[in-house]
């Protein structure tokens, strides 16, 4: 993985409204509620003052309520909505900057999007659905029914080239989408909350498909979801969003352990930290347990620090001694015992 | 509390009714309360609105009440005035006077024939004169017994009245309670308690209505007794059965709409050459295609296309159609007819779905449009029949033209209608693929739009079909002028033939399209 930035946001606001510079401006002097500009100036605040950036071949998660913002934030990625202030860089180009040509050759050949409601075109067959993309790049027709013949075996749907979407279950739609989205072959996934309108059982098959097809393809994935449990299990990075405003950015461990504010523990308190909260994170650094233990640790079990609490409760259950925890290159560098994993369990010592 | 009435304050206002009513809050807080208590009818008497009717109804704000017991104590009130003092049966007396002065006209003719030697035609004049002397007899009598009615219509007036103001009183409550809720929903724009304006427009209303209607239908010549009732202040009659004005503002208004066609009739004909030209050149080309080319030709290729694009039982009843068209010797006027609705209905499409695209997609031109389609689909034929012979002359181009004014607004209607019923999402999805605006129409917009379009291009041709009939009238040929023939001669069956084959061209069309589409959704 590079570390090379892929998608870039700065300081972006979207305030929907005929006074939308105003309200800005009243914001960001006096610190006014998304009530307040609505009040005030009869604005809507869409997202304020957003900054991320994505890396390339990270799946970064962005999670919020209804109304939080997330959709309109992901929409200006490929400017389906235009920023009332900021900048916005795909790829290393200024997407504000784009001609409305240049726009159009972004989004038929950087980026692919799935949405919520599948948005199939139902007059088409699937295998013309997924090659819609290549189509309106002009590509030749044998070569949109190749690609879309693999994009259709990558998410398991050969078979169904010449079914109508309506024929299709939900989910089987949603995978539909997914092909086209990547039958361009894009840079960056756009992915609106594509699980959300469908059952858990799906939903839990699609996610475990996805992440299978993502580790192979490494795209660089936006994906906007409103299931804290859905963005911990699929993202490499989550943003939270409440009101407009990203309120915490880091990874699921990050979020899970140090919550940014009493709006992120809410939503963290219902969630299972079991594979999320990992050896480094609880353990005794081993000087400091040396200080207050005399035992011997050379015949204790070792594991590395990136063991998460899951393991380490498999590998508790089978001795009587602490854990001995080691670094990448195999020193000791701190101690579990009994206690410390119950309370690291718990989450008091995070 | 209860006189209270809205004391404006920061908190909520009260919805306590007696809040609500202001005078005699007790009072109606107690009438609401049994209302509500009721289910089915509540008994509920109010003596101020029995006594008041109407104006209880205009001081409290409810208008429904106003106006309803205002026409029911009116027609009480005629009945009444009829009773005491209208002249009963002057119609009749009328009538009578009428007859006789006929009957003595027609016994002198009488008596001038008999003096020129004309015997039987004084015998029938005579015989005249006999049979209106028994109607002049009948009109005696009915008048005579409508004097004699005076006293029972005095009598149903007043039960009339009473039961009016019975009613008032019963229901006034009802009816306050109803106002009550709304005004709890909507305090704003309803009013509360008793207002001094709403007194003042309800006495109004009742000055201006209730005198001069029972002036109308109480005496027998309303101008001169009000005339006379002013003190003749406004001369010798105030017509106020009739509005006191004859056509000159109409005839004046008319002649400058006839120069104004005028003008653009003499200043733009070559535009209307132009037009009419274009027309000509549509239809001539359909009429060879159907007319010049042998007639088994156009048969069986039509036939063929029914059964291909519509299926066999279309196809069965297209030959049956056809053949009850050729039998009937009505082969050629049929075609004259299909290719004279052909290009109405062609020329409607290519015009009417570019600016149903446009109007889907501009809010604001729709609602600029949108009068100007109704305008064209309620304005009777006839009016802009007589524009059309003005500008283009007689013949079959402007029959085409009447028919596209017609048929044109469903095609334009649903067009838009479909365009904006295609989903955003759909859009959206289509937008961030990379669509261009042409991509989207022809990719996204027109195909989801597709099934609406088709609804409006059958209603188009169906519409246009039942053009054929006027457009004849302004000199197109074809089955319409067959039914205008028969019409003149009043030759019902050659009508009803004709009419019928009408009917079979249009079913034929109309299967035909409906069947292309559900093959199109069938399959697609």
Same mark, same amino acid.
């Given at each position: 993985?590079?570390?090379?930035?892929?998608?870039?946001?700065?300081?972006?606001?979207?305030?929907?409204?005929?006074?939308?510079?105003?309200?800005?401006?009243?914001?960001?002097?006096?610190?006014? $509620?998304k009530?307040?500009?609505?009040?005030?100036f009869?604005?809507?605040?869409?997202?304020?003052?957003?900054s991320?950036?994505?890396?390339?071949?990270?799946?970064?998660?962005?999670?919020g309520? $209804?109304?939080?913002?997330? $959709?309109?934030?992901?929409?200006?990625?490929?400017?389906?909505?235009e920023?009332?202030?900021?900048?916005?860089?795909?790829?290393?180009?200024?997407?504000?900057?784009?001609?409305?040509?240049?726009?159009?050759k972004?989004?038929a050949?950087?980026?692919g999007?799935?949405f919520?409601?599948m948005?199939?075109?139902?007059?088409r067959?699937?295998?013309?659905?997924?090659?819609?993309?290549?189509?309106?790049?002009?590509?030749?027709?044998?070569?949109?029914?190749?690609v879309?013949?693999?994009?259709?075996?990558m998410?398991?749907?050969?078979?169904?080239?010449?079914?109508?979407?309506?024929?299709?279950?939900?989910?089987?739609?949603?995978?539909?989408?997914l092909?086209?989205?990547?039958?361009?072959?894009?840079?960056v996934?756009?992915?609106?909350?594509p699980?959300s309108?469908?059952?858990?059982?799906?939903?839990?098959?699609?996610?475990d498909?996805?992440?299978?097809?993502?580790?192979?393809?490494?795209k660089?994935?936006?994906?906007?979801?409103?299931d804290?449990?859905?963005?911990?299990?699929?993202?490499?990075?989550?943003?939270?969003?409440?009101?407009?405003?990203?309120?915490?950015?880091?990874?699921p461990?990050?979020?899970?352990?140090?919550?940014?504010?009493?709006?992120?523990r809410?939503?963290?308190?219902g969630i299972?930290?079991?594979?999320?909260?990992?050896?480094? $994170?609880?353990?005794v650094?081993?000087?400091?347990?040396?200080a207050?233990?005399?035992?011997?640790?050379?015949?204790?079990i070792?594991?590395?620090?990136?063991?998460?609490?899951d393991?380490?409760?498999?590998?508790?259950?089978?001795?009587?001694q602490?854990?001995?925890?080691t670094?990448?290159d195999?020193?000791d560098?701190g101690?579990i015992?009994k206690?410390?994993?119950?309370?690291?369990i718990?989450g008091?010592?995070? | 509390?209860?006189?209270?009435g809205?004391?404006?304050?920061p908190?909520?206002p009260?919805?306590?009714?007696?809040?609500?009513?202001?005078?005699n809050?007790a009072?109606?807080s107690?009438?609401?309360?049994?209302?509500?208590?009721?289910?089915?009818f509540?008994?509920s008497?109010?003596?101020?609105?029995?006594?008041?009717?109407?104006?209880?109804?205009?001081?409290r704000?409810v208008w429904?009440?106003?106006?309803?017991?205002?026409?029911?104590?009116?027609f009480?009130l005629?009945q009444l005035?009829?009773?005491?003092?209208?002249?009963?049966?002057s119609?009749?007396?009328?009538?009578?006077?009428?007859?006789?002065?006929?009957i003595a006209?027609?016994?002198?003719q009488?008596?001038?024939?008999?003096?020129?030697?004309?015997?039987?035609?004084a015998?029938?004049?005579?015989?005249?004169?006999?049979?209106?002397?028994k109607?002049?007899?009948?009109?005696?009598?009915?008048?005579?017994?409508?004097?004699?009615?005076?006293?029972?219509?005095?009598?149903?007036?007043?039960a009339?009245?009473?039961?009016?103001?019975?009613?008032?009183?019963?229901?006034?409550?009802?009816?306050?309670?109803?106002?009550?809720?709304k005004?709890?929903?909507?305090?704003?724009?309803?009013?509360?308690?008793?207002r001094?304006?709403?007194?003042?427009?309800?006495?109004v209303?009742?000055?201006?209505?209730?005198?001069?209607?029972l002036?109308?239908?109480?005496?027998?010549?309303?101008?001169q007794?009000?005339?006379?009732?002013t003190?003749?202040?406004?001369?010798?009659?105030?017509?106020v059965?009739?509005f006191?004005?004859?056509?000159?503002?109409?005839?004046a208004?008319s002649?400058r709409?006839?120069?104004?066609f005028?003008?653009?009739?003499?200043?733009?004909?070559?535009?209307?050459?132009?037009?009419?030209?274009?027309?000509?050149?549509?239809?001539?080309?359909?009429e060879?295609?159907?007319?010049?080319?042998?007639?088994?030709?156009?048969?069986?290729?039509i036939?063929?296309?029914a059964?291909?694009?519509a299926?066999?039982?279309?196809?069965i009843?297209?030959?049956?159609?056809?053949?009850?068209?050729?039998?009937?010797?009505?082969?050629?006027l049929?075609?004259?007819?299909?290719a004279?609705i052909?290009?109405g209905?062609?020329l409607?499409?290519l015009?009417?779905?570019?600016?149903?695209?446009?109007?889907?997609?501009?809010?604001?031109?729709?609602?600029?449009?949108?009068?100007?389609?109704?305008?064209?689909q309620?304005?009777?034929?006839?009016?802009?029949l007589?524009?059309?012979i003005?500008?283009?002359?007689t013949?079959?181009?402007?029959?085409?033209?009447?028919?596209?004014?017609?048929?044109?607004?469903?095609?334009?209607?649903?067009?838009?209608?479909?365009?904006?019923?295609?989903?955003?999402?759909?859009?959206?999805a289509?937008?961030?693929?990379?669509?261009?605006?042409?991509q989207?129409?022809?990719?996204?917009?027109l195909?989801?739009?597709l099934?609406?379009?088709?609804?409006?291009i059958?209603?188009?041709?169906?519409m246009?079909?039942?053009?054929?009939?006027?457009?004849?009238?302004?000199?197109?040929?074809g089955?319409?002028a067959?039914?205008l023939?028969?019409?003149?001669?009043?030759?019902k069956?050659?009508g009803?033939?004709?009419?019928?084959?009408?009917?079979?061209?249009?079913?034929?069309?109309?299967?035909?399209?409906?069947?292309i589409?559900?093959?199109?959704?069938?399959?697609?």
């Amino acid at each position: 993985m590079g570390t090379d930035e892929v998608i870039r946001l700065e300081r972006v606001w979207k305030v929907f409204g005929e006074q939308a510079e105003d309200a800005i401006a009243a914001i960001q002097a006096r610190g006014l $509620s998304k009530a307040e500009v609505l009040g005030e100036f009869g604005c809507v605040v869409g997202i304020a003052n957003c900054s991320f950036s994505v890396k390339k071949g990270e799946i970064f998660c962005v999670m919020g309520l $209804s109304g939080s913002g997330k $959709s309109t934030m992901v929409r200006h990625i490929n400017r389906l909505i235009e920023p009332s202030a900021g900048s916005i860089t795909v790829l290393g180009q200024d997407v504000l900057a784009l001609s409305p040509d240049q726009l159009r050759k972004m989004r038929a050949t950087n980026l692919g999007m799935v949405f919520q409601h599948m948005a199939l075109l139902p007059h088409r067959t699937v295998r013309d659905n997924v090659a819609f993309p290549l189509q309106v790049r002009g590509e030749p027709k044998s070569r949109r029914w190749e690609v879309s013949q693999r994009c259709l075996e990558m998410v398991d749907l050969q078979g169904y080239e010449d079914r109508f979407p309506r024929e299709l279950s939900g989910g089987m739609q949603q995978r539909v989408g997914l092909a086209r989205a990547l039958a361009s072959d894009p840079d960056v996934l756009l992915m609106d909350e594509p699980f959300s309108a469908l059952d858990p059982l799906i939903r839990r098959q699609l996610q475990d498909q996805f992440m299978a097809l993502s580790a192979e393809l490494g795209k660089t994935t936006v994906f906007i979801t409103h299931d804290l449990d859905e963005a911990i299990r699929i993202g490499t990075r989550i943003a939270i969003m409440k009101d407009g405003r990203i309120v915490q950015i880091g990874t699921p461990e990050e979020i899970v352990t140090r919550p940014a504010d009493d709006y992120v523990r809410d939503f963290v308190d219902g969630i299972s930290k079991l594979k999320l909260v990992f050896a480094h $994170s609880i353990m005794v650094p081993i000087s400091q347990y040396r200080a207050k233990h005399w035992e011997n640790l050379d015949a204790s079990i070792r594991v590395s620090h990136a063991t998460d609490l899951d393991h380490l409760i498999d590998v508790s259950t089978a001795t009587e001694q602490p854990i001995v925890i080691t670094a990448d290159d195999g020193t000791d560098v701190g101690v579990i015992d009994k206690p410390t994993l119950l309370k690291g369990i718990q989450g008091g010592k995070a | 509390m209860s006189d209270m009435g809205m004391q404006g304050g920061p908190v909520a206002p009260s919805t306590a009714v007696g809040d609500f009513a202001g005078q005699n809050g007790a009072y109606y807080s107690a009438a609401f309360k049994r209302i509500q208590d009721t289910t089915g009818f509540a008994w509920s008497w109010n003596t101020m609105a029995a006594l008041f009717g109407p104006i209880w109804g205009a001081a409290r704000g409810v208008w429904g009440f106003f106006w309803m017991f205002l026409v029911l104590e009116l027609f009480a009130l005629v009945q009444l005035g009829r009773g005491l003092w209208g002249e009963l049966g002057s119609q009749q007396l009328a009538k009578l006077d009428r007859a006789l002065a006929n009957i003595a006209k027609r016994e002198a003719q009488a008596a001038e024939l008999q003096a020129a030697g004309d015997a039987a035609g004084a015998e029938a004049k005579l015989k005249i004169a006999e049979n209106l002397k028994k109607v002049a007899a009948r009109a005696q009598e009915q008048a005579d017994l409508a004097a004699a009615e005076a006293t029972s219509i005095l009598l149903i007036g007043l039960a009339l009245l009473l039961l009016v103001k019975l009613l008032e009183g019963f229901y006034a409550n009802i009816a306050y309670e109803a106002h009550y809720l709304k005004w709890r929903a909507k305090p704003q724009s309803q009013q509360a308690g008793i207002r001094t304006s709403s007194i003042v427009f309800g006495v109004v209303m009742v000055l201006a209505i209730v005198p001069l209607t029972l002036l109308r239908f109480t005496v027998t010549n309303p101008d001169q007794v009000l005339a006379r009732l002013t003190g003749g202040l406004f001369g010798d009659t105030i017509p106020v059965t009739h509005f006191p004005v004859e056509k000159e503002y109409f005839s004046a208004l008319s002649k400058r709409g006839d120069a104004g066609f005028d003008w653009a009739a003499d200043n733009f004909s070559d535009a209307f050459d132009g037009i009419t030209a274009g027309i000509r050149w549509f239809l001539d080309g359909l009429e060879i295609l159907l007319l010049q080319t042998p007639w088994p030709v156009v048969m069986l290729v039509i036939v063929v296309a029914a059964s291909r694009l519509a299926g066999l039982r279309v196809a069965i009843f297209t030959a049956a159609s056809l053949a009850y068209l050729a039998f009937m010797g009505l082969w050629e006027l049929s075609m004259i007819t299909v290719a004279l609705i052909g290009t109405g209905a062609i020329l409607c499409i290519l015009i009417g779905v570019p600016f149903g695209i446009w109007f889907g997609k501009s809010r604001r031109a729709y609602a600029i449009a949108e009068p100007v389609l109704d305008f064209m689909q309620t304005m009777p034929a006839f009016v802009y029949l007589i524009p059309i012979i003005a500008f283009f002359g007689t013949g079959k181009p402007p029959g085409v033209l009447a028919t596209l004014i017609f048929a044109m607004p469903p095609v334009v209607r649903l067009t838009a209608l479909g365009m904006r019923g295609v989903p955003e999402t759909t859009k959206e999805a289509a937008i961030a693929f990379g669509c261009s605006p042409w991509q989207l129409l022809f990719n996204v917009e027109l195909p989801l739009a597709l099934p609406s379009i088709m609804t409006g291009i059958n209603q188009t041709i169906l519409m246009s079909l039942s053009m054929v009939v006027i457009a004849s009238l302004i000199g197109a040929d074809g089955l319409g002028a067959l039914i205008l023939e028969s019409l003149q001669y009043a030759a019902k069956g050659q009508g009803l033939l004709g009419g019928l084959a009408i009917l079979l061209c249009a079913m034929v069309i109309d299967r035909i399209a409906q069947g292309i589409y559900r093959k199109r959704v069938g399959g697609a």
